[in-house]
């Protein structure tokens, strides 16, 4: 069932930035630019001029401010969620935006890509496709070795440092980290891509792309002054590593702790975990994070791996006016994939399916908007769905590994195995 909505327009073509928003753009993301003291390092881009294809790392809102003063004054079209077009659609269509579908397969976008090439402009793309959860690389879609030879032009990493560190996904208050770093390097030429086969391109990309925010903080020993910078972190570190017990962490000023067995950790203005008895079984976060990947992908390896049927609440975004309440229902993730189905507010079914194969990885939201609570984003090539689950013990944290963690079973099992840092 799909209603009779009116969907985003996803086939206009990208706007050049208006001549009198461009110094505006950068006027915008000058105060919080200075504010962190970021320092950007450019590498063999002496005398780059668009178009190029920007490829950015991607931990806060502050990513978008940064690339704007890295490439400034020369125009750019960035690619953009449709969430991030709610209210202000035209705005974000003159500053340059192009709307996306997040990890959906759109041709559209490719040929809107190749519109700001023969434009000549810069293109922003965020490849990673959501902001990261807890300071390092999400995977990379192996598409992108083959959209750079496609559009031949340069090919530039821009790599933040210090932005999730500041303002964490999971809690995104500004803890006023200073200074900031960034890194934009020339890592192809069109005559480099060339030469270059889709796997070399890839490979370079990934290698580029490998970071780690809390250990870049420690490197340099910059301290998280915010009392309270522990909370929300149980949102990523859902299942405790004393007694295995999922979804009962919870967190409260600058402590972590496990309503099941009562262990508790402190941490520190370096955002270092440590017991407050016992063992430290992580003392990095990024650690905790993937030992629970790696439980995750147990429960996939034994085919065991299912969340049962979970009350939902529905939201749709056909367009970029406003989110409309499509119903309650139920969502299951297990080992086919995500299955929503529910009824909606006129009594019709609905339905939204998205097998393993199709996905490599989703979008979730820790507390959407301060106030809607912890949801799945789904979407196809013309709806979005946020898909609240309520009255169960989740952690849309656990979804987020396992959509990643089937896909790459599902391809090696295909024979068609996923190179590291690759979907």
């Not at 890194?183 to 490979?203: G, Q, R, W, Y």
Request: charge should be neutral; hydrophobic fraction near 35%.
């Amino acid at each position: 069932m799909k209603k009779e909505f009116e969907r985003f327009d996803m086939k206009k073509p990208p706007v050049r930035t208006k001549w009198f928003l461009r110094p505006l753009t950068y006027l915008f993301s000058l105060p919080d630019v200075k504010k962190h003291r970021l320092k950007i390092t450019k590498t063999g881009c002496e005398g780059l001029r668009p178009p190029y294809l920007l490829l950015c790392n991607h931990n806060a809102f502050m990513d978008f401010k940064a690339a704007t003063a890295a490439i400034f004054p020369h125009r750019a079209n960035y690619v953009i969620a449709i969430d991030g077009f709610i209210g202000r659609e035209k705005l974000l269509r003159d500053v340059g935006g192009i709307c996306k579908r997040k990890f959906t397969n759109d041709l559209i976008l490719v040929k809107q890509l190749a519109r700001v090439v023969k434009n000549g402009d810069v293109i922003v793309l965020y490849p990673e496709a959501r902001y990261s959860l807890c300071g390092t690389t999400a995977p990379l879609p192996s598409s992108l070795g083959r959209l750079a030879k496609m559009l031949r032009v340069p090919v530039v990493t821009f790599i933040c440092h210090g932005h999730h560190v500041n303002s964490p996904f999971w809690n995104l208050h500004d803890r006023g980290i200073k200074p900031t770093e960034a890194e934009m390097t020339l890592i192809f030429t069109p005559e480099e891509l060339e030469n270059a086969s889709v796997d070399e391109i890839n490979e370079k990309i990934v290698e580029m792309f490998r970071y780690d925010d809390y250990a870049w903080q420690k490197e340099r020993g910059i301290v998280t002054k915010y009392g309270r910078r522990a909370e929300g972190l149980h949102k990523v570190l859902y299942r405790c590593p004393a007694c295995g017990t999922e979804f009962r962490m919870s967190s409260e000023g600058d402590r972590l702790f496990c309503r099941e067995c009562g262990k508790s950790w402190t941490l520190s203005p370096l955002n270092e975990l440590s017991a407050d008895s016992g063992e430290t079984e992580f003392s990095h976060i990024p650690d905790w994070y993937e030992w629970e990947r790696g439980e995750v992908k147990k429960e996939i390896e034994a085919g065991t791996y299912s969340t049962g049927e979970m009350p939902v609440t529905v939201d749709s975004l056909p367009n970029a006016k406003k989110f409309i309440r499509l119903g309650e229902g139920v969502m299951i993730h297990d080992m086919n994939g995500f299955t929503v189905r529910g009824t909606d507010v006129d009594g019709d079914p609905f339905e939204m399916i998205k097998p393993v194969p199709t996905l490599y990885s989703c979008h979730i939201e820790y507390e959407y908007l301060g106030k809607h609570g912890d949801c799945v984003d789904l979407n196809t090539l013309d709806d979005t769905w946020y898909i609240y689950p309520h009255d169960c013990d989740f952690a849309v944290t656990k979804m987020a590994l396992a959509t990643e963690e089937l896909y790459f079973k599902h391809r090696r099992e295909i024979g068609r195995p996923c190179p590291p840092g690759l979907a």
